[in-house]
């Protein structure tokens, strides 16, 4: 009895950090929606009131009808599409060499992908804006997609090489004896039966260049050109915070967020687990 005792007392303290951590979590979030839908008087009102009757879409109006917004969501799926797809390209060609072909300094540059990971992306800021300078590249969608691409290239590599080497090597040997070339074998038979890593990979890259404001701010100054994270920050002005129209703003940010991680969030989690347990 005493140590069913415990197991109860055990079992409701696990009970309440779990609800408390869900409820530092998520508060954030609900906040932003609330003041999004407050008139500007209810924003700083005292009691603070947590859910305003009757809601308004005033600042949503704002935002999608009188400010650029739209356009920002625009360039952040460029972006973002751009990246996915360059990554996903350049990740399964650089996994497929790693994992079918033994060569010097192959452990050197696995051990390099993690070591890319490490590195924080603030230092890399400076020399990256130098090289596309040089280029004459910034302020543009080049810039930004090359950046995310390098960043993202190493982690999507290291999920797939854990796919690519868990199938086995007869089947690339009996596509060749067939007669198929490198590039079929890797488009039409590796790619459609490493789908659930590439799936995880991309939705992994896309959620990460969705979010990202530190390169976007840094490498775009043209306002119709800017990402949506960086299209965010302008409702703070010298004039003050517009907290109307920034947190529906910041809302419409997360919703697509929201939307892939609800509808993959299966597929994300079974492909970066299943990417671990065959690495």
């Known amino acids: 009895m005493h140590t069913d005792g415990r197991t109860l007392v055990g079992r409701a303290l696990a009970l309440v950090a779990v609800l408390v951590t869900l409820a530092v979590i998520v508060f954030p979030f609900y906040w932003t929606f609330v003041t999004s839908i407050k008139e500007p008087a209810d924003v700083f009102r005292s009691p603070p009131i947590f859910f305003p009757i009757p809601p308004t879409l005033e600042s949503y109006g704002a935002v999608l009808r009188a400010s650029p917004i739209p356009r920002y969501l625009l360039n952040t799926t460029i972006v973002a599409g751009s990246t996915v797809a360059l990554v996903l390209t350049v990740s399964l060609m650089a996994a497929y060499g790693v994992s079918r072909h033994v060569f010097r300094g192959r452990i050197p540059f696995l051990l390099s992908l993690l070591a890319a990971q490490v590195m924080p992306v603030t230092t890399l800021i400076i020399p990256l804006y130098m090289f596309w300078s040089a280029l004459n590249a910034v302020d543009g969608y080049g810039a930004l997609i090359g950046t995310y691409t390098a960043i993202s290239v190493p982690v999507g590599t290291w999920l797939l090489v854990g796919f690519?080497?868990?199938?086995?090597?007869?089947?690339?040997?009996?596509?060749?004896?067939d007669g198929a070339s490198t590039p079929v074998i890797l488009t039409r038979i590796v790619a459609p039966l490493v789908s659930p890593g590439l799936l995880a990979t991309g939705l992994s890259v896309f959620i990460y260049v969705w979010q990202e404001l530190m390169i976007s701010m840094t490498f775009v100054r043209t306002d119709r050109l800017k990402p949506l994270m960086a299209g965010v920050s302008t409702f703070i002005t010298s004039r003050g915070i517009e907290w109307g129209p920034l947190t529906a703003a910041g809302v419409l940010a997360m919703a697509p967020i929201l939307v892939v991680y609800m509808f993959f969030r299966r597929a994300l989690i079974k492909g970066l687990t299943s990417g671990a347990v065959k690495g």
């Open 164 to 177: 690519v080497s868990a199938l086995p090597r007869q089947i690339d040997e009996a596509a060749a004896i």
